[in-house]
């Protein structure tokens, strides 16, 4: 793909990061989500709080683990979204 310029900009030996996933985590709940695409990829893994932080009590944020083709999501006082992307 060339820019406007005329410069080339992305080709087909760049790598990118691609969407596996997008999905909601309550608060204090757990979530395990197997991909059988993520075998032999590397895996980064992204969350966003749902609603505003709280003032009154200190907010903790989801513990998210990848294991293998498995991505864990557990405790965490908020709401989430959890992204899960691959190259």
């Not at 608060?27 to 991909?35: E, L, P």
């Not at 032999?40 to 505003?52: D, E, F, S, Y």
Request: proline share 2%; hydrophobic share 40%.
């Amino acid at each position: 793909m060339f820019s406007a310029a005329g410069d080339l900009d992305y080709s087909s030996t760049d790598a990118t990061w691609n969407q596996v996933d997008f999905f909601a985590v309550s608060a204090n709940g757990s979530v395990t989500n197997t991909y059988a695409v993520l075998s032999g990829r590397t895996v980064l893994t992204l969350q966003v709080q749902i609603n505003a932080p709280p003032l009154t009590r200190k907010a903790t944020s989801h513990t998210i683990a990848v294991s293998g083709t498995s991505v864990s999501v557990s405790g965490g006082s908020e709401d989430a979204y959890i992204l899960v992307l691959m190259k």
